[in-house]
């Protein structure tokens, strides 16, 4: 039986500042290994003496590996920012062309592109209901523009750019159908 007190896992490394070259470098092999008895897990479990890991903490190539490892971390994170902003540069600045279409053809390919997403019923034949496909089906001719997303990763990020997307694209249809002006502000703002 093993002390809590006594040892410290992988993930209680990391919280210390480890990363996992760090451990595999300067802490070696575990003190403890094998398999946690109280749950089902095909990783085995690992665990580091604390005092072993104090000592190396003291050394002054824990020290030098730290500073480098923050140093990476701070390029990585900068290196995302720049893609980041990039993609949102290149959204705000990429003009976006409607499919200009008759109103009896944008409501035939509306109503079409409804039955083709598995509608079982025409959802009320309001007016409303209509508009409403109209606008889902622009927006669906226009993810195309999607490509610009490309190259952003961290959830952070791409939901910001997806968002700002998604807002010029409501724009640009309720530009070029000022009828459907009404349902892309509704949907703008129910983003926010």
Do not use: K, N
Not at 43 to 68: G, K
Not at 121 to 128: K, L, V
């Amino acid at each position: 039986m093993t002390d809590r007190m006594t040892y410290v896992t992988p993930a209680g490394l990391r919280a210390r500042g480890w990363t996992d070259a760090m451990v595999r470098d300067l802490l070696g092999a575990p003190d403890v290994q094998g398999r946690d008895p109280r749950r089902w897990s095909i990783a085995p479990v690992r665990l580091y003496r604390v005092a072993r890991v104090e000592a190396v903490e003291r050394t002054p190539e824990f020290t030098r590996c730290a500073a480098a490892s923050g140093r990476r971390s701070s390029a990585a994170e900068a290196g995302a920012e720049g893609r980041r902003q990039a993609v949102l540069a290149a959204i705000r600045a990429e003009p976006i062309e409607v499919p200009r279409l008759s109103a009896a053809e944008l409501e035939r390919r509306a109503v079409r592109h409804r039955h083709l997403l598995g509608a079982r019923s025409p959802g009320g034949g309001t007016a409303g209901a209509l508009v409403r496909w109209e606008v889902s089906y622009l927006r669906h001719a226009l993810s195309r523009y999607e490509y610009l997303l490309d190259g952003l990763y961290g959830s952070t990020g791409r939901a910001e750019a997806e968002r700002l997307l998604r807002r010029r694209v409501y724009e640009a249809i309720a530009a070029a159908y000022p009828a459907l002006a009404q349902e892309c502000r509704r949907r703008i703002g129910a983003e926010r």
